[in-house]
């Protein structure tokens, strides 16, 4: 509405997008199963012996980068308590911590799984994380498309392209009368096609994938996911000389180094199992197509660029993974 050139607007319609505060690179040192940590402590010493070099190679490709200031970088670890539950807190972590020690390493922030997935008990007014970013997937329209699947948010299932057809077409639609392969969308050369399950219903609930809540756990670290303009998934100060005997008793989101830094990071950078492979494929399909707050993507370029580092606006281009030989 105007009047005498004047431009008139609710204010209540306007969100105010809180600023958080960013590493050079968010560093992740691994993301293991509770089958992984049932194993016992030598399992844990050579996973971090394993990533110790990768790790160290990581920290000199941003030192080496034109800041001019010494570079903000922060590690985490996820740990799985969403899948599976064998052990507590207090049991687990402890000897976690300890075996990142023995090689040299030290774990800023610790994640839990399912704080990806579900709502901070902390902030029960807050939306599910994983829920949220379902909202914000646009699948990519197929050439010749007509229509017939039912979106990802029915289905549980997002693709990079065009699926095969299971079954033949009435004759008036048949185009070739032969069997079509799938085809990725934007194929250099010859497709890579993915389709991802995101999740699937179990006892009338909603079960996310790893893949899915790995898409959300990479949003989370990049800085780029807000409720209502709110932060998520913030870090909460935490005495790592005591943990609860409950996962739920603990944050979704610790902060272990008071002196860390920042959680959200410009880039990431994950240093994986081999297996872990074929699931971060299916993050970054999903990442392809997910719409961010505008806003938070437009306060990280501005926040970059006052330290004159050029941060590239798509969310796969900001991050990377290591899968060392023999990390299984």
Not at 6 to 32: D, Q, R
Not at 291 to 296: G, I, K, T
Not at 312 to 319: A, D, M, Q, Y
């Amino acid at each position: 509405m105007t009047a005498a050139g004047a431009l008139f607007h609710e204010v209540s319609a306007e969100t105010h997008t809180e600023a958080v505060p960013c590493s050079h690179l968010s560093l992740e040192l691994g993301h293991l199963y509770m089958e992984d940590f049932a194993e016992g402590p030598e399992r844990l010493r050579r996973h971090f012996a394993a990533v110790r070099p990768w790790a160290e190679a990581a920290r000199a490709f941003v030192a080496g980068l034109p800041m001019g200031k010494q570079p903000r970088i922060s590690t985490c670890f996820l740990v799985d308590d969403y899948f599976s539950r064998l052990s507590t807190p207090a049991e687990l972590v402890p000897s976690l911590l300890d075996a990142a020690d023995s090689a040299g390493l030290s774990i800023d922030y610790l994640a839990r799984e399912s704080g990806c997935a579900v709502t901070d008990p902390s902030r029960p007014d807050q939306a599910e994380l994983a829920e949220s970013v379902l909202k914000r997937l646009v699948e990519s329209p197929q050439p010749g498309s007509s229509g017939f699947r039912p979106p990802v948010s029915l289905t549980g299932w997002l693709t990079n392209g065009r699926r095969a057809p299971d079954r033949r077409t009435s004759a008036a639609l048949e185009t070739t009368g032969v069997w079509q392969p799938p085809s990725e969308t934007e194929a250099r050369g010859h497709s890579v096609f993915m389709d991802v399950e995101l999740w699937y219903e179990r006892e009338q609930s909603r079960v996310w994938s790893c893949a899915f809540l790995a898409a959300v756990w990479q949003l989370a670290r990049l800085g780029l996911l807000r409720d209502d303009g709110r932060s998520v998934l913030t870090p909460a100060q935490w005495n790592k000389d005591a943990f609860p005997d409950d996962w739920a008793a603990l944050p979704p989101l610790v902060r272990l180094n008071p002196s860390a830094a920042p959680f959200c990071a410009y880039y990431t950078c994950s240093v994986l199992p081999t297996r872990f492979l074929p699931v971060e494929h299916a993050v970054r399909t999903i990442l392809e197509q997910t719409h961010v707050d505008p806003a938070a993507v437009r306060q990280i370029a501005e926040r970059s660029e006052g330290e004159g580092l050029t941060v590239p606006s798509g969310v796969v281009e900001r991050t990377s993974y290591v899968f060392p030989p023999g990390l299984t």
